[in-house]
């Protein structure tokens, strides 16, 4: 079993609808969450990171916590053809940052 | 404020040749983490250093091997080049170690093995 699990994609969405890109760990100690968009042929950026169970929101970008659940999710509120681009799942337990294999996102116009 | 600069962005080797990758993190940031990113592998951690001591190592054969200096600047080595060494490999830098969830990546150094 991977310790980061994202389902490869590719997640097609209209353009202005919710796209909500999931995520499972295994590592049931890990303590911090974070979600990197990566453009084609682009560094990974941070957009995104959440610490406890819940909701955090920024902007149009809304990030869910359960722990319980071993489960983390990124919802994109509005899509933008500018979000098409590969989003990254990452849990930091103890010292590792371990990292998903990514979602792939299109929003089509 | 200067982002993570990486050097030399492209570069082509041959099985057999070592190369090495430089890194200079964001100003006042003193982690440094290194990556390799393939399309079938995603992103793997390789190691993080911080004031100079590497933190942590990943499952990487002894062939890669890296080191930090006083300022911060960071170098990885890979000896005895293989074809399956051909990756993107990206730094990173934190502020502290504490916190090397919130990564700050440079545009990678993109190496290809013949």
């Known amino acids: 079993q991977k310790e980061v699990e994202q389902n490869s994609g590719p997640l097609s969405v209209p353009e202005g609808a919710i796209a909500s890109l999931n995520c499972t760990y295994s590592?049931?100690?890990?303590?911090?969450f974070f979600w990197y968009r990566q453009y084609s042929g682009k560094s990974p950026e941070l957009i995104m990171s959440?610490?406890?169970?819940g909701d955090k929101e920024d902007g149009r970008f809304t990030a869910q916590l359960n722990k319980a659940s071993q489960y983390v999710s990124l919802l994109i509120r509005d899509s933008q053809p500018s979000d098409s681009a590969t989003y990254l799942c990452a849990v930091k337990g103890g010292n590792k940052l371990v990292f998903g294999a990514g979602t792939i996102l299109r929003v089509k116009s | 404020k200067a982002g993570v600069t990486q050097t030399p962005r492209y570069l082509i080797k041959t099985r057999g040749q070592q190369v090495t990758l430089s890194c200079s993190p964001i100003s006042g940031h003193r982690s440094v983490s290194w990556y390799q990113q393939t399309p079938g592998q995603g992103l793997q951690f390789l190691f993080e250093y911080f004031s100079e001591t590497q933190r942590n190592k990943g499952n990487f054969p002894g062939r890669f091997s890296g080191r930090q200096f006083s300022n911060s600047r960071s170098e990885m080595n890979v000896s005895t080049l293989e074809l399956g060494d051909s990756a993107l490999y990206l730094c990173?830098?934190?502020?502290?170690?504490?916190?090397?969830?919130?990564?700050?990546f440079g545009e990678g150094s993109r190496l290809t093995v013949l």
């Open positions: 590592d049931r100690g890990s303590q911090s």
């Open positions: 990173a830098s934190s502020f502290t170690a504490g916190r090397t969830g919130e990564l700050f």
């Open positions: 959440i610490y406890s169970n």
